[in-house]
């Protein structure tokens, strides 16, 4: 099981979101597409950290933050 930081937040920068899909598909519990299909954050609380952390690290023009 994956320790969960309380502190850990997602930052999305909109300007570099080119609107792929890769963090809803991966995260949809805590990531999905807008009406200008671009990222926005579902909730600001999410259980598992660790799909958050690969959603990050997926994300092709790193528009995804984790600020902690």
């Known amino acids: ?3 969960i ?3 850990m937040k997602v930052k ?3 300007d570099k979101c080119i609107g792929c899909g890769t963090c809803a ?3 949809s ?3 999905e597409m807008d009406d200008e299909n671009l990222a926005v954050l579902k909730t600001e ?3 598992d950290e660790e799909s ?3 959603t990050v690290d997926s994300c092709p023009t790193q ?3 984790i600020e902690e």
Do not use: P
């Open 63 to 65: 528009a995804i933050e």
């Open 12 to 14: 999305i920068i909109r």
């Open 45 to 47: 609380k999410f259980e």
């Open 5 to 7: 930081n309380k502190n």
């Open 25 to 27: 598909a991966l995260a």
């Open 1 to 3: 099981m994956v320790k």
């Open 29 to 31: 519990d805590v990531f």
């Open 52 to 54: 958050v952390k690969m």
